[in-house]
């Protein structure tokens, strides 16, 4: 069975930081490159990052010096190493395969106080 199974959302502290994980199962993994999506409540689901099976890693713009992908192709697993967390990082983040075009069922992150 294909599917993407995300982990380590939770509700942290502005500032703080959180480490998702999204583990891929049914040998997908290695040919897809791999990516993080957001979804905040009332707004689309937005882009995060991707890294490819070699680890070239591409960001939007925003996050770029506080949110770190990898990938370990040994463990079919991508992370997202989030850090200086903010309040408007609230959001649902998903994990996406793009080759097969599947996606995660997501994990919630809140950033409060």
């Known amino acids: 069975q294909v599917q993407l199974v995300e982990s380590g959302g939770g509700l942290v502290q502005p500032g703080g930081s959180l480490r998702l994980s999204c583990a891929a199962s049914?040998?997908?993994?290695?040919?897809?490159?791999m990516g993080w999506y957001r979804q905040a409540p009332g707004k689309e689901r937005e882009f995060v990052a991707r890294?490819?099976?070699?680890?070239?890693?591409n960001y939007d713009d925003s996050l770029k010096g506080r949110f770190t992908i990898s990938r370990d192709n040994a463990k079919d697993t991508v992370y997202l190493q989030m850090n200086s967390l903010k309040n408007e990082d609230t959001a649902v983040y998903y994990c996406?395969?793009?080759?097969?075009?599947?996606w995660g069922q997501g994990t919630q992150v809140t950033v409060s106080s």
């Open positions: 996406h395969a793009l080759q097969d075009g599947i």
């Open positions: 049914g040998r997908i993994f290695n040919r897809n490159i």
């Open positions: 890294i490819t099976y070699g680890g070239i890693a």
